[in-house]
């Protein structure tokens, strides 16, 4: 067959539905990705030879995926610096919590009279609460040993919703417990660190309670371990200060100041958006929130336009509707970025929305159909479109004189 009637020919075997959408035999919606809506959009012939196998070809595409790659590597270290940020600081209000309850400590037995604390007493809930602490520290330890969670089917998230909790389960893949062995064993994480907290509280104050008959020798050990816990939980908070400059650091560098929390950002375990009313699916270059939304972004390299081209426009379109289908929740807005310095905001209505819904039933009916065609006359575009070589529809490009 020849090249330019293959280009031509039908994809797959389809039916229209009544919602104007097209399905296969088995009555599934056939699929269409956000960057073939992309693609599509700038060129159909450029879309289906994308299709085909035909790849762009170029110094701007080898310096576009350079550049996303850049960009997904400075958001991972941005969220690796906020969670260290957001451990340092957990960490530290623990330890300052162990201060404060030391400082009381010292403070009861500094101050109350002789004769207010009865010595056997005080003793002996000391000893009891030793003796409890020791058994919180062997829980947590066998809760650290033993692959807990993967026994009761737990998979414990740190920050969830109830609005649109499957999305927000894959937007938190490093805020999962800390596996530092195989198949769940040696994992760390709140219960562990909350039962541990604990001992180490039951410690101090059974350890001080035992020594309440000599309030002298108590207070002066109080005191000493008040001090030295302050100097820990200060080391806790100088690394959390220096992970929030990082983070700062990052966003300057890579132009996210005004993008909200970055939730995801697309690279070697990218999550897969799909509506199967439509058909449509996609994996956007980052996810944001922004007060209760989520934000789609996508990253554009190259010359940075006057406005947003309309190709693009419609891709992040596409990732706008696929975030409203899986959370029930429309986004007001979603970002296209050019480079690290220029952010076109898009808006999201029925309007658009409308628009997105023909160009999906577009390329539906034309992979049925088959036909596609170059839609322009504009010797410029395909001049500078990236699978022009390989292209039977191109037009000539005349530089003027």
């Not at 009555?27 to 289906?48: D, F, H, N, Q």
Request: hydrophobic share 40%; aromatic share 8%; net charge negative.
């Amino acid at each position: 067959m020849e090249p330019t009637t293959r280009l031509r020919s039908p994809l797959k075997q389809g039916t229209e539905r009544s919602d104007g959408f097209w399905e296969d035999s088995e009555g599934k919606t056939l699929k269409v990705s956000a960057s073939e809506i992309e693609r599509y959009v700038y060129c159909p012939m450029s879309w289906r030879m994308e299709i085909e196998g035909i790849s762009a070809k170029g110094k701007e595409v080898e310096l576009g995926i350079e550049r996303h790659q850049r960009m997904h590597q400075m958001i991972v270290e941005k969220i690796e610096a906020q969670n260290a940020f957001t451990r340092n600081i957990v960490i530290w209000s623990w330890w300052f919590a162990v201060v404060l309850t030391l400082a009381a400590d010292t403070a009861a037995f500094y101050f109350v009279q002789d004769g207010l604390i009865d010595s056997e007493l005080a003793s002996m809930i000391g000893k009891f609460l030793v003796l409890l602490a020791l058994v919180w520290l062997i829980l947590a330890i066998v809760l650290l040993i033993l692959p807990w969670r993967r026994w009761l089917g737990w998979n414990e998230i740190l920050s969830s919703s109830e609005e649109d909790p499957d999305i927000e389960n894959d937007l938190q893949p490093l805020n999962t417990p800390l596996e530092l062995g195989e198949k769940g064993w040696l994992t760390f994480g709140r219960p562990e660190a909350l039962i541990l907290f604990s001992a180490i509280a039951l410690s101090l104050h059974g350890v001080a309670l035992t020594f309440a008959q000599n309030r002298s020798l108590a207070t002066f050990a109080l005191l000493v371990l008040a001090l030295i816990w302050t100097l820990l939980a200060t080391t806790r908070l100088q690394a959390a200060l220096t992970a929030n400059k990082r983070v700062k650091e990052k966003d300057i560098e890579g132009g996210l100041e005004d993008l909200g929390e970055i939730k995801y950002s697309d690279g070697g375990d990218s999550i897969l958006l799909e509506d199967k009313k439509t058909g449509l699916r996609g994996r956007p270059d980052q996810i944001t929130r922004i007060g209760e939304d989520l934000i789609p972004v996508e990253l554009k390299t190259g010359k940075i336009p006057k406005k947003p081209h309309k190709s693009h426009r419609f891709q992040i379109l596409a990732y706008l509707h696929l975030i409203e289908s899986m959370t029930k929740s429309p986004p007001p807005f979603g970002f296209l970025r050019y480079g690290t310095e220029s952010v076109f905001s898009i808006e999201w209505n029925q309007k658009e929305k409308e628009n997105l819904f023909s160009v999906i039933k577009e390329i539906q009916q034309i992979s049925v159909e088959g036909g596609a065609k170059r839609d322009h006359n504009r010797p410029g575009k395909c001049e500078s479109c990236s699978r022009r070589q390989d292209c039977p529809d191109r037009l000539e490009f005349i530089p003027t004189q």
